[in-house]
């Protein structure tokens, strides 16, 4: 009996593994569509069994499937800014990122994102303007379709661009087509747009004061393992009981009706419990590391990780608006039209107390998905392009962006987690820069022999080539996203008539 030939076998494996391998890269991003396509449909579906198959609803399971669109591509694009830093300092995995943050966007948007919701989607629109509910519901669908589409193509250009502008421009445009500049609530949008410029700066500072502030106590102390132990447990402490105090007050009301300082005290009990668990869990970890180099960044993966999930519930919260808010009008306006004689200020005044249920699931598990299907791509940039991240930068840039967008959540106004985030990142870069300078200025070595000096400022400072870019594309997005609701609500009427 003849030998086989075991060179031959091993060439045939390689080819056959490298079929696996093509047509795995073919078909991931199939099946991706395909779980897309099933979402939107199954949206649909649900708005039909909620509201019915008669002609009045017909619009409103189109609405339906356009918000399912808009959810998916918001949590694509904007996972990047909860969970890029945690990858980009190595502290979780691609897989493991992408699973905690759609596990932690559903529960923000489920438990926190309904008073988010009312502000876009009653407050800025003058009711009184708009009374034709045919008219409202096609420029609630024009703004879907547009902010849909625009964030769709940055997600595939890999631009990490701000959901809350999109959304909101795309409003503003087809609510001037509809009714004329007049329909607008410009001193509530000068306040949103205040926001926008004021949330990085935010973002900056409180990232640049927490680096400065860790710095302070732990990096630059001698015994530097006994000032992690000290303090790293503290750090886990305050940022637990911020979750705490925001999540008690975030509870429905058919859960909970605490008042702030209930809320304030429930926070305080979260953090003293936090401090308990992390305390033990943080010396057992510094005992294991105490003479591994690297080991005071190696204690800060586990508060890192927490940050990125604490972010990720935060986006689900406050950004659930972006996807829904729309359709949220629109349902209102239907389930009006079904209640014959309820005014369009009647309408409004609901959607400010009320948001239906199944609304909300359809925002929160669009994200969710969004995150798992397409979100790689853009955490990877986030996290590995933008700057050089270690866990102790990438959790002081996911604890202020987090902050920052709970309180803002807290207080009802649709902040852009993007602009938060990437503040964050150039806090932080900005913040090296100069201690940088200073430990130059005091004759100290501030980088490491052994690297050119081009390579040495170019992985320790955020790449300027994106500061441009980001800007620009902050810029643009309102203007551009309103222009293209615009026009497809001219479309729309022109075809309606």
Known sequence: MARPDWRLLDKDLARLNQMERTTGYVVRPLLGLGLALAFMALAGVEAALVLGTSPTTIMAMVAAVFGAYLALNIGANDVANNMGPAVGAKALPMTAALIAAALAEVSGALLGGSEVVATVSSKLIDPEAMSAPQTVVQAMMSAMIASALWVNLATWMGAPVSTTQSIIGSILGATTAAAGFGAVDWFTFSGIATSWMLSPLIGAVLAMALLALIRQ?????????????????????????????????????????????????????????SFLIARPLILHRAAQLEHQKGAIKALFRLPLVIAAVLMSFAHGANDVANAISPLATIVLHVMGQQEAGTHPAEINALASLHVPFWVLIIGAFGMAMGVLLFGPRLVNMVGNQITKLNPIRAYCVSTSAALTVIVASWLGLPVSSTHVAVGAVFGVGFYREYAAAHARRAGQKAERPGLPREDRSRRRLVRRSHVLTILAAWLITVPLSAAFSAGIYALMHVFSV
């Open 217 to 273: 106590l732990i990096t630059q102390q001698d015994d530097k393992m006994a000032a992690a132990r000290r303090w790293v447990p503290l750090l886990l402490a305050g940022m637990g009981g911020a979750f705490g105090t925001f999540f008690v007050l975030k509870l429905p009301e058919s859960l909970s009706s605490a008042t702030s300082s209930q809320a304030l005290l429930a926070g305080v009990g979260v953090a003293l419990l």
